[in-house]
């Protein structure tokens, strides 16, 4: 525990990191140095000996109720009435901004399958394919929320817009991995699941309204263990039912500024610890040339196919000049949401360990790029003014 805080945190303070890779960053960069493919190769005995089967175990359960208790706060940010209201606008820019990436990832993972030591043991193609593809379209909207809090861009129109476009595509990321993890040999669990879930929604929101706001805090969480104890019984990880829980929340349940708080405190007290446990599980065995390689045209499909994806929502949106490339660089933002996302993948065996180093390296180096990329454009004269909408979706200026 000692290493997993100091060192990522005195590398950041020291080399002042935070333009280029704020904490979170180095964070997860350190959990991939600590791993067997660079310490455990470097000081073989020195890893085996801190990384110990049981110490392995104790980080593993941290780091499971961390991601939770994140994906959880994720899913309840989602503001579905905001992306409603701005409905054309919202679905073309989300679609596109999904879309592209996607295709251009999954082209890549099938070129991938051409070659051993990609594919999970209890992968089919199509889950394989898919599942890359998303990967290289997932925004992280947590952490999307903590860079535009950073730029000074959050509260501001464009930055409400983005949480909009961010919002949609975290949802339908949620939904394409439900359905790749769909088990057609066991999906009378998942209905059962499914349709339980619903009747509890009802009971649960119901709940939520008649208890003071002191106690919804200890009934969220109760809620939280109950929904994704029920998914990974289902067959549909943990995980998936940690989003639904949050999903189905309202944010004005909480005080936004203790929600706020919470967040931050989870990220600083406990994520750190999921952050080496990832790292933990990278794998180099098909050659480290092949894994940067993989990641290097992973990265080449997520940069390209979503900037170019912003960029045709600008041309039939009529945004001004600049607006999608910027919009596009925050929407670059993956880190833990992506991290999160292959996890689950490799857990369910559908990615080896290498194609996980592959994508974990794509996540860190998309991510490091969005506050170099976009800073210099806000200060641009006019990046930040009010936009509007009429009715039919098109912006025009004010």
Same mark, same amino acid.
């Given at each position: 525990m000692a290493i997993i805080f100091a060192v990522p945190y005195a590398v950041w303070r020291v080399c002042r990191t935070d333009y280029w890779a704020p904490l979170v960053v180095v964070q997860i960069i350190a959990g991939i140095l600590l791993g067997p493919g660079v310490l455990g190769k470097a000081v073989p005995e020195f890893h085996a000996t801190v990384f110990t089967a049981d110490v392995i175990t104790a980080l593993n359960g941290i780091a499971w109720w961390a991601v939770m208790l994140f994906v959880m706060i994720a899913g309840i940010e989602l503001d579905v009435r905001k992306a409603w209201h701005n409905r054309r606008e919202t679905g073309v820019t989300a679609g596109l901004a999904l879309g592209l990436p996607l295709a251009a990832g999954a082209v890549v993972a099938m070129g991938m399958l051409g070659f051993d030591g990609w594919i999970g043991s209890q992968g089919l193609p199509w889950q394989f394919v898919v599942g890359v593809g998303m990967a290289c379209a997932v925004t992280a909207l947590p952490i999307l929320i903590l860079f535009m809090e950073k730029l000074e861009i959050l509260r501001a129109p464009m930055g409400q817009r983005i949480l909009r476009y961010a919002s949609l595509d975290d949802i339908a990321i949620w939904g394409v991995l439900a359905l790749v993890l769909m088990d057609w040999e066991r999906i009378g669990r998942q209905v059962a699941f499914l349709v339980a879930f619903g009747l509890a929604c009802i009971v649960f929101r119901k709940l939520m309204r008649a208890v003071p706001m002191r106690d919804r805090w200890y009934v969220m969480l109760v809620?939280?263990?109950?929904?994704?104890?029920?998914?990974?019984?289902?067959?549909?990880?943990?995980? *998936?039912?940690?989003?639904?829980?949050?999903?189905? @929340?309202?944010?004005?349940?909480?005080?936004?500024?203790? @929600?706020?708080?919470?967040?931050?405190?989870?990220?600083? #007290?406990? @994520?750190?610890?999921?952050?080496?446990?990832?790292?933990?599980?990278?794998?180099?065995?098909?050659?480290?040339?092949? *894994?940067?390689?993989?990641?290097?045209?992973?990265?080449?499909?997520? #940069?390209?196919?979503?900037?170019?994806? *912003?960029?045709?929502?600008?041309?039939?949106?009529?945004?001004?000049?600049?607006?999608?490339?910027?919009?596009?660089?925050?929407?670059?933002?993956?880190?833990?949401?992506?991290?999160?996302?292959?996890?689950?993948?490799?857990?369910?065996?559908?990615?080896?360990?290498?194609?996980?180093?592959?994508?974990?390296?794509?996540?860190?180096?998309?991510? @490091?790029?969005?506050?170099p990329m976009v800073t210099p454009k806000l200060r641009t004269p006019g990046a930040l003014r009010t936009d509007a909408a009429d009715p039919a979706g098109r912006l025009r200026q004010p």
């Open positions: 809620w939280l263990a109950i929904c994704a104890f029920g998914a990974d019984w289902a067959g549909l990880h943990f995980m *998936v039912g940690a989003f639904l829980a949050g999903v189905v @929340m309202d944010a004005e349940w909480f005080e936004q500024e203790a @929600m706020d708080l919470l967040r931050h405190h989870v990220l600083l #007290v406990v @994520m750190p610890v999921f952050f080496l446990s990832t790292g933990l599980r990278t794998s180099w065995d098909v050659g480290g040339s092949a *894994v940067f390689f993989a990641a290097a045209a992973l990265l080449v499909a997520s #940069v390209a196919g979503k900037l170019l994806g *912003v960029r045709i929502a600008g041309r039939l949106l009529g945004w001004r000049p600049g607006e999608a490339s910027i919009i596009g660089w925050l929407l670059q933002t993956k880190a833990l949401i992506m991290i999160i996302f292959a996890n689950i993948l490799l857990d369910k065996r559908i990615i080896t360990s290498e194609t996980f180093t592959a994508l974990l390296l794509m996540a860190v180096a998309s991510t @490091m790029l969005t506050i």
